[in-house]
């Protein structure tokens, strides 16, 4: 996939170097070329030995996308001729920065042109310190990870953001390096497998075993104490210890009785989509019975998918139970299977031939972290999603072009959110689309250089959530929605925001007033000129 224009991403390992891809068919007699400069941003000094990616973001007239790459010199210049007319996007990395990436459109080399394109990259950054226990002591062996928080799904979520893993040694040293510039959270996570129980060993009249849990800098046993850490280009971070907490520790067991057996175990509340190290746990099966060791007092949810003895392709169980650990260790009763089971779906179109719909994804996202389901819906409009256990689900699906998505039914029960409750068991889920969707569209204006192709436009309405829309504006402030159920909305131009704020619900009460309210009529049409809501971070990693 190409770069996205005007973005930046941490790409600052080197992968090697690519050498000229020719996809396409011979080159057209007219074509362009690129030239230009990398540097770097802290004092503008050239990046000799960077890999400069040139890739068409569309079909060229030669009728192919074509990947052209080349390496700057000493001065940090580059050129690549060649190019077939078109839309082009060109890509910089080089170890130890963060990657840079722009577009441009390649000019008539005929007329004696050639696009200058000068890129800038970013130093990476790196933190550096000791992991320490109550006394001073260092730790060896704890995994150190540079945790950010990222929106997944409208939800505040933190997420290890280390492109390397940082592992204190013998002093207790650890480094974490190639950083993309910003705000982080540390995490250090201690993982004791020097002890491990067999299907035949109990403990008998031992003394409490303590040691050490998941911890925050500088000594936060939960992410809402930690204290963020922020690093600029090219900055190093040094003596940032970590003061790892202890707490009694216990053990989990259970019987396997299948013959091919996986569990797994999370913390209660934990993120469906991103959860911590400080929210998981390694686990393992030795001679049958499944082990959990370590285990700091809390809820926990254990998971399990078994192929039972003699099944064969498609006979599979499942199991969920929730453990509480309060100070004693925790012998579990062999898991009670949950059977999976089919469930039928239709989807039906309101006032079109069904047959004008094209094939698109449709996901059920379990509340707490499981397995995901997702199929294809096609224009058949009937299928059966299989493996749906008796659990909430968020319900994902992007309507074709030209439909929207204007009632769910699952069984007797009509849906005014996209929360899937399939707990009572199987239930036919019905959807129903319709094609009198009108469009929002307009531009933002007030906004600086550069800062438009940042703006995160967000349309919420005021009714079923399932029909918030999100778009990015493009170069010149411009957004459109397409396909919009009729109804009342709030409409959003964020600047500024980290990506995917917009879609919380809490981060937007902060906005609301600053929001432009609209109806959208069936088929029509409403043209809205926003002006940029600015947000800026705050102290404790999240915006305002």
């Given amino acids: ?81 060649g190019l077939p007319p078109g839309k082009y996007s060109a890509l910089a990395t080089r170890q130890g920065f963060v990657s840079a990436s722009s577009a441009f459109v390649s000019p008539d080399r005929a007329a004696g042109q050639t696009a200058t394109l000068d890129l800038e990259l970013t130093p990476c950054a790196a933190i550096a310190g000791r992991v320490l226990d109550s006394l001073g002591e260092p730790v060896r062996n704890v995994s150190v990870q540079a945790m950010q928080y990222v929106y997944h799904s409208g939800k505040h979520v933190l997420e290890n953001a280390s492109p390397v893993a940082g592992q204190s040694d013998d002093r207790g040293e650890y480094r974490l390096y190639n950083l993309r510039p910003g705000r982080y959270y540390l995490l250090a996570t201690w993982r004791d497998r020097s002890f491990l129980l067999r299907a035949n060993e109990r403990i008998v009249n031992a003394p409490q075993r303590t040691g050490f849990i998941a911890t925050y800098y500088p000594d936060a046993s939960d992410a809402a104490r930690a204290a963020p850490l922020q690093v600029g280009p090219a900055e190093e971070l040094t003596k940032t210890d970590i003061h790892l907490q202890s707490s009694a520790l216990y053990t989990i067991r259970m019987v396997a009785a299948a013959t091919d057996s996986y569990f797994t175990m999370h913390a209660r509340g934990a993120s469906p989509v991103a959860a911590s190290a400080g929210e998981t746990f390694f686990t393992s099966i030795v001679d049958g019975v499944w082990t959990a060791q370590n285990v700091p007092p809390g809820s926990y949810m254990v998971s399990g998918t078994a192929r039972m003895a003699g099944g064969g392709q498609g006979a599979m169980t499942y199991s969920r139970q929730v453990v509480e650990v309060r100070n004693r260790d925790v012998e579990l009763p062999a898991p009670t299977p949950i059977s999976s089971f089919d469930a039928s779906v239709s989807v039906q179109v309101k006032g079109t031939a069904l047959s004008r719909m094209t094939a698109r994804a449709l996901v059920l996202q379990p509340d707490e972290p499981g397995t995901v389901i997702s199929t294809t819906v096609s224009a058949a409009g009937t299928f059966i999603l299989r493996d749906v256990l008796p659990q909430s689900y968020q319900l994902r699906y992007d309507s074709p072009p030209g439909f929207y998505l204007k009632r769910i039914k699952l069984g007797e029960r009509e849906v005014s959110d996209s929360t899937l409750d399939f707990s009572d068991g199987p239930a036919p889920l019905l959807l129903v689309l319709a094609t009198d969707g009108g469009r929002v569209e307009g531009s933002v204006g007030n906004v600086a250089a550069g800062e438009a192709a940042q703006l995160q436009i967000v349309l919420v309405p005021d009714g079923a959530q399932r029909n918030l829309k999100d778009a990015v504006a493009d170069e010149t402030g411009r957004y459109r929605f397409e396909d919009v159920a009729p109804g009342a909305y709030r409409l959003y131009a964020f600047t500024g925001a980290e990506n995917g704020a917009p879609l919380d619900p809490e981060y937007r009460k902060t906005f609301q007033q600053k929001s432009v309210a609209v109806k959208v009529e069936p088929g029509g049409v409403v043209t809205v000129a926003l002006q940029p809501i600015r947000a800026s971070p705050r102290a404790d990693g999240t915006e305002r």
């Fill in 1 to 81: 996939m190409p770069p996205k224009p005007n973005s930046a991403e941490v790409r600052c390992g080197r992968a090697g170097i690519f050498w000229l891809l020719c996809l396409s068919a011979p080159l057209a007699a007219q074509t362009g070329s690129v030239q230009g400069k990398v540097t770097e941003t802290l004092h503008g000094k050239p990046v000799g030995e960077a890999l400069v990616s040139v890739q068409s973001t569309g079909a060229t007239s030669a009728g192919a996308r074509d990947l052209y790459t080349t390496v700057t010199d000493a001065q940090g210049r580059y050129q690549e001729v």
